[in-house]
Nanobody, 116 residues
Framework: QVQLAESGGGLVQAGGSLRLSCAAS????????MSWFRQAPGNQRELVAT???????NYADSVKGRFTISRDNAKNTVYLQMNSLKPEDTAVYLC??????????WGQGTQVTVSS
């Protein structure tokens, strides 16, 4: 079983920055991919960014050039650096990991609110 703990959300003005962190804990697991999703009220959950085991990355078009995902394998932690934030980035951001045993785990989410 894997537990995910997110931190770093909050309220920021448009154009500002935030850094989200998500630490995985538990026993007997090995993480393949680490991702951030987001969900705004009334919207479907959206994949924001993924970092693979080789540290290659993939981003949604809406955040390319503004967000950077990274991981620290020694700490089982994934980060999301969010710059040039826009009001439309307002959402609950959820961390998710996919293990080599083909199981997906989710965090509880952290609220990001961008004011105009």
């Amino acid at each position: 079983q894997v537990q995910l703990a997110e931190s770093g959300g909050g309220l920021v003005q448009a154009g500002g920055s935030l850094r989200l962190s998500c630490a995985a804990s538990g026993s007997g697991f090995s993480i393949n991919t680490m991702s951030w999703f987001r969900q705004a009220p009334g919207n479907q959950r959206e994949l924001v960014a993924t970092v693979f085991s080789d540290k290659s990355t993939n981003y949604a078009d809406s955040v390319k050039g503004r967000f950077t995902i990274s991981r620290d394998n020694a700490k089982n932690t994934v980060y999301l650096q969010m710059n040039s934030l826009k009001p439309e980035d307002t959402a609950v951001y959820l961390c998710s990991v996919y293990t080599w045993s083909l199981r997906r785990y989710w965090g509880q989410g952290t609220q990001v609110t961008v004011s105009s």
